[in-house]
């Protein structure tokens, strides 16, 4: 079992103070000249509890035995119509989907898009995570069942690129479900080095139950994300830190270029086989259609 876990606010806390503080200084100069607000991800850790029960119900679901084509739900929320204004052209939100596909390739899973819809709303538009802006944004747009990815974009408060709900959450609150992400993360936006969809990328594999890879640290005896193909990391890694291994205990090095650590997107490309099989055993476990 698990003994410790990082609660998502001290996670972010870490990543913000990452920049500029490297040990390398060569490191430390690359990392200056990042943005210095930017927080990945504001996806909360869930609780042990819950990522115990969790498991048990991914670990008895077989997984998909045909590819299951998920519908997507745009909810572009601008501030204007001009593209800079949050107004996400459709050849961009395609591009999004086109991305989403590449990094799902080994699953049986696939996006395809449903629908698109476009709100003007200032407060929306800058809506945080947990807010009664998100709340209400969501109360207005959210459509479909368990089985529809809700994806919403916008300019999120306080530079959080993006965050998700996971699958075990839905039954609880079915209208929060969704990933919402920063609008100049998709593919050709402005966001650099953050600006090649990953950002979606990362929240979607969330809302598909895949955790951090750094979840649970280097505790050995910690279960970590559940798949036993990504080693153990103890923070999450930002930039590109080529041989950083960060849990001594650990074999293997750290998962830089896994989609679920911190990295910057030109850095990320790969979701594991563990992780795959981890997508399907979620999706039937808790978002497949009865
Ligand atoms: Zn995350």
């Known amino acids: 079992m698990r003994r410790s876990l990082v609660p ?22 690359a990392q200056a000249a990042r943005p210095p607000t930017v927080v990945r991800c504001g996806t909360a850790s869930p609780a042990d509890a ?3 029960a969790a498991q ?3 670990e008895a679901a077989a997984p998909p035995v045909v590819v299951v084509e998920v519908p997507v739900m745009f909810h572009v929320i601008r501030r204007g119509t001009n593209a800079s204004a949050g107004n996400v052209p459709l050849a961009q939100l395609n591009a999004q989907l086109s991305v ?15 629908g ?7 407060e929306w538009f800058t809506m945080g995570h947990g807010s009664s802006a998100e709340a209400q944004a969501k109360m207005a747009l959210h459509r479909g069942g368990p089985g529809t990815l809700n994806f919403y974009t916008c300019n ?11 699958p075990w959450s839905y039954s609880s609150n079915p209208t929060d479900d969704g990933v919402v992400v920063n609008f100049a993360s998709l593919p050709g936006g402005t966001a650099a080095p953050y600006n090649l969809g990953d950002t979606a990328t990362h929240e979607v594999g969330h809302w598909m139950g895949l955790l951090h890879t750094f979840q649970g640290g280097c505790d050995p005896g910690s279960a970590a994300d559940f798949v036993s193909d990504t080693p153990a990391e103890a923070t999450g890694a930002t930039g590109c830190p080529t041989g950083r ?3 001594a205990s650990s074999t293997g090095m750290d998962p830089i270029h896994n989609f679920m650590d911190y990295t910057d997107d030109a850095c990320m490309y790969e979701f594991t086989a563990g992780q795959s099989d981890r997508l399907g055993g979620a999706w039937q476990a808790f978002r497949a259609p009865l």
Not at 8 to 29: K, M, N, Q, R
Not at 104 to 111: D, E, M
């Open 8 to 29: 998502g606010s001290l996670a972010l806390l870490a990543l913000v103070g990452c920049y500029g503080s490297g040990d390398d200084p060569a490191e430390e100069v």
């Open 245 to 247: 291994d960060s849990c």
């Open 100 to 114: 989403l596909n590449a990094a799902v390739q080994g699953s049986r899973l696939s996006f395809v898009l449903a």
């Open 156 to 166: 999120p408060s306080q530079g959080v690129l993006g965050w998700a709900t996971f």
């Open 56 to 58: 048990l119900r991914i």
């Open 50 to 52: 819950t990522l115990a």
């Open 116 to 122: 698109v819809d476009r709100t003007t709303n200032r």
